[in-house]
């Protein structure tokens, strides 16, 4: 998998979601990242043009719900 999204062997196939091969959580929130890198490199790879826009990976978090808040 390359920073484009290109997979290696097949430069006109991109990847995203649970498909990338990333060190990193599938996890929802990254996906919305992969799908504007993906985007734009489509574009780009359509219209004869560079790949400038790269996927380095994001911040490992998990968000847990301890349940409802109030605020008197």
Do not use: R, W
């Not at 390359?2 to 991109?14: A, E, S």
């Not at 574009?43 to 990976?57: E, I, R």
């Amino acid at each position: 998998m390359q920073p484009t999204l290109q997979l290696l062997d097949h430069p006109n196939i991109f990847a995203v979601g649970d498909a990338i091969d990333f060190a990193e959580q599938k996890q929802y929130a990254k996906a919305i990242d992969h799908a504007s890198v993906a985007a734009a490199n489509i574009t780009a790879y359509l219209q004869g043009k560079p790949l400038k826009s790269k996927y380095n990976g994001s911040t490992e978090m998990i968000l847990v719900s301890i349940g409802k808040v109030s605020i008197c």
